[in-house]
Structures are given as C-alpha cells and as structure tokens.
C-alpha cells in the first residue's frame, strides 16, 4: 500500500512539476510583456548598446513588464551578444518571444522622412537630424566639408540643392554617408537625360537650375506662375542684366521677416546680393522643390524682363517689357502697401 502511495506521490509531485514548467514556459513564451494593455509604441537602440545596455532603456521607457523573463529567453535564443540598434516597433501586448525574434533579425520600423520648404542648410540638417540616429550636428559638420560635398560635384555652398524636397524612407541607424549617398541616387534620378538637356540648352548645370529655381520658388507660391516667373530671369541672364532679386538680398541678410527691401538693404556687399553682382549667387536660398526645378526647365518663352507683386495682394504678379510700365506697377504696388502700413 506504501509504495502505491508513493508511486502516486511521486506521479503528482511530477504532473505539479510539468504543469508548472508549461505553465511557466507559456508565461516567458507566449504572454503580453511589452506595454501591455497600452499603446504601440518604438524602441530606440542606439550603436554600440549592449543587453545590460538595452535592459536599462526598456526600463526607462517603460516598456517592459517583466524584465527577468525577457532576459531568460534571450539568453536561451542567444540574443544577449547580439543586439542590433535601430528604431523598433512595440506593439501593444506583444510576447518575449515575438520582440526577441524582431530584434535578434533587426527588423527595424523605417522613419518616412518628409522635407520641404527649407531655407538654410542648417534647417535641413535640424530637420533630418531630429529624425535620424546621427543627429544635427553630425550631418551638418558632413555638409560643411569640402572634400566631402566634391565627391557630389558640389561645394558648401550649393550642396542644399542635391536634395529633392519628397517623402523618403530611412531606418533610424542609417549613418549621414549613407543617407547623402541615398538622397544622391534619388537626386541622380530626378536629373534624367530629358531633364539634363534642358537645362544644357540654358547653359546651366543642375546646381544652377537649383539656384535659379529657389529664386523662383521665394517669388512666387503660385505654381502655375513660377514658369513666367523664371523666363523673366532667363531673359535677364541672357542680356547680360542683374538679376535684382529681392528674395536674394533677404537671404543675405538673414532677415526673414523684412517685408519690404529698401534702398539701404541693397548696400549690402554679399555674394548672394543680386542688385550688386551679375549672374547667379553661389548657392540656392532655399530648398526648391520639384514644381520649381521643373518651372525654370519648362520656362515660359515671353518678352517679360520686369515684375512687381499685384497691388490686391493676391500673391501674383504684374510683368512688364519695359522699366516704365515697370514703374507704374511698382508704384501701384507701394501705394498698397502705405495704405496697409507695412513699413
């Protein structure tokens, strides 16, 4: 009777013993660890983060219930020597085992990174760096490089206009060489053979389309009037006239806010002062986007060498051959604005 007893005994003691193993198992396995009950939400595992390393940010962010069952299985599925930064997608109630899958193959969320109505280079890099596991700084350090911009073809000076303001797909580890080399290819498509021999036709490279274009772009909103907008300044290059180009004289004041140039900001000796030198200034002073490149491209043929902001304010433009009918519209211009009192 006594070893029956024990038989059985030892029977149950085994069944307690396996149930709790599966149970147990289950529990590492298969149950809700990660923000549970709450929101989606992405984890950020910067280079050269080690397991404890990332232990420390799951407990920062709050992402994780159970840290101990997180850790055993990691060991069991050898990703404690393996972490792999980027930016990763938590999913609401998601298990050990999922994540560690996830994170052991580094299948990262990619960052859609959109850009456009940029001004200044550091804009740009402010913009992307938020974004990006390198940062501002770094980026813009990159751009500032000589030696690093010529392998584009372009200096510090015009290296803005190697990006096409659009919607990209980056992972958040991506290192600043190889989010240029990406924006490069994209740039290199965008200047198709069609595109490249239009511009050849106006005698100017890409980089000074770019230019031109964010002329146009700091003109003018309207898009179906940007193309009348650059004939007028091709026509100006083309007889050999400054281009007097208000938005280029802003710029090199860095006075974004000036709403209306005057006599003494044409004084200033800067490259990018149009009224003071001929031609086109060293570098775009913006961000122009595809609707603007395009528009200087696909100019409108015309005889136009004058323009002046509409006198109702609308955002267009009143064009004209000739300085005098140039004058009229200017002062029509300046009228409206004494009586709205912008000074």
Sequence with gaps: MKRKDLFFGGILVIAIVLITVIFYGYQIFQTPNFRAGKTDKYLFIPQSTDFQGLIKILKRDTLIEDITSFAFLSKMMRYQDHVKP?????KKN???????RMLRAGLQAPVRLTF???????????????????????????LKNPQFTQKYGLDTTNILSLFIPNTYEFYWSTTPQAFV??????YQKFWSQDRLAKAKALNLTPAQVSVLAS??????????????VAGAYLNRL????KLDADPTVIFAW??????????????????FNTYKYLGLPPGPINMP????????????KHDYIFFCAKEDFSGYHNFAITYAEHLKNARLYQKALDMRGVK
């Design 181 to 186: 080399d990406k924006m490069h290819k994209s």
């Design 215 to 228: 002329i146009v772009q700091a003109e003018t909103l309207k898009n179906d009037e940007k193309p009348r």
């Design 254 to 271: 860095r006075d974004f806010g000036m709403k209306r140039v005057l006599e003494r900001h044409l004084k200033i000796d800067s490259p």
């Design 116 to 142: 456009n109505n940029i001004r200044l280079l550091d804009d740009f890099a402010e913009r992307v760096g938020n974004e990006m596991a390198f940062g501002k700084d770094t980026l813009l350090k990159l």
């Design 289 to 300: 986007d595809t609707k603007s490149l395009d528009a200087v491209l696909n100019y409108e």
């Design 86 to 90: 980027g930016r990763y997608l938590i």
């Design 238 to 241: 083309r007889k050999n006239m």
């Design 94 to 100: 998601m298990n050990n085992l999922a994540t560690i």
